[in-house]
């Protein structure tokens, strides 16, 4: 049993930590997901608003609901089409009115239950600080619409992959030392039958 257990203890170890490497990545994505911290804005409207350094993007929202009857799926839109021609949006810092520059994005979209975002501009906020967003339409339109600013979804995929990567980096160790018993204890067994 002692022979058992120093052949597969480092192989086990080293496992074990790649699979806590994943599970804290796992779980530092849930916690820092950039969809939580959304904050939401509906047409025509001023807010204010703590804005920290990085790409941002602003998304417009709007219900979408699957129906799913087995070989029939159904889905329902309720949205804008060309939204970004009805509505003009303006983002200037707070303390010395200097206009972001707003890039057209559509690169990226969401669904959370039963609500989609689309991508309609990414901005880059170099310092940051408050800021205020302005939302209004150029037409009249028949309802609000609702539009949210989330920050860039790339950092938090580039953590899941730096917390899983350091789990890998630290099982490396454990898993050759693991496999050298393991062959050493293949090879004893080998020669002497």
């Known amino acids: 049993m002692k022979r058992l257990i120093s052949q597969y203890l480092f192989l086990i170890l080293g496992g074990a930590i790649i699979v806590v490497g994943m599970v804290v990545a796992i779980v530092n994505f849930w916690s ?16 204010d608003m703590f804005l920290t ?26 949205k804008f089409n060309n939204i970004s021609s009805l509505v003009s949006v303006k983002i200037v810092k707070v ?27 990414s901005f880059e906020i170099v310092e940051e600080g408050n800021y205020r967003i302005e939302v209004s339409p150029t037409v009249e339109l028949p309802k609000s619409v609702t539009f949210s600013i989330v920050n860039d979804f790339s950092n938090s995929l580039l953590g899941i992959f730096k917390h899983a990567g350091i789990g890998v980096l630290i099982s490396i160790p454990f898993l050759l030392i693991g496999w050298y018993l393991y062959a050493r204890e293949a090879r004893k067994n080998y020669v002497t039958p």
Do not use: W
């Open 53 to 78: 350094s990085g790409k941002h993007h602003l998304f417009y929202e709007f219900d979408s609901k699957q129906l799913d009857l087995g070989a029939l799926q159904l889905k329902k839109e309720e």
């Open 32 to 47: 820092h997901n950039p969809l939580s911290n959304r904050v939401m804005i509906s047409a025509p409207a001023t807010k």
């Open 95 to 121: 303390s010395d009115n200097t206009e972001i520059l707003l890039v057209k994005d559509s690169s990226m979209n969401f669904t959370l239950n039963d609500t989609r975002g689309e991508s309609l501009y």
